[in-house]
């Protein structure tokens, strides 16, 4: 049933916001940034976790079909303007 609902949400969605922390994004946020990328919805790919890696600290795959990174380490000072940033991004996949 949580597959079902995370598709469901992701056909329902207009965009996803993804949180790509960790040296290796959590493999159900990957299948859902690549099911979401497969019907062309926009993806906005947040990093707080600033490991260094691959591509922008991502898997290459993963870096590639975010439409936006957003690259901001997490503080509680910074999550009002992690959020205008977010949003700002959601914006301009729609402009």
Known sequence: AVVRDCIEQIDR????VAILDGSDSDSGTSFE?????ARDK???GVR????????????????????ELIS????????KPLAREIAAAIA???A
């Open 72 to 79: 901001s380490p997490a503080t509680r000072e910074s999550l």
């Open 42 to 44: 926009p993806i906005i």
């Open 48 to 67: 707080t976790d600033l490991r260094s890696s691959e591509d922008d600290g991502l898997n290459a795959m993963l870096r590639r079909t975010c439409r």
């Open 92 to 94: 301009r996949a729609f």
């Open 33 to 37: 940034c690549g099911y979401a990328f």
């Open 13 to 16: 969605a207009d965009a996803v």
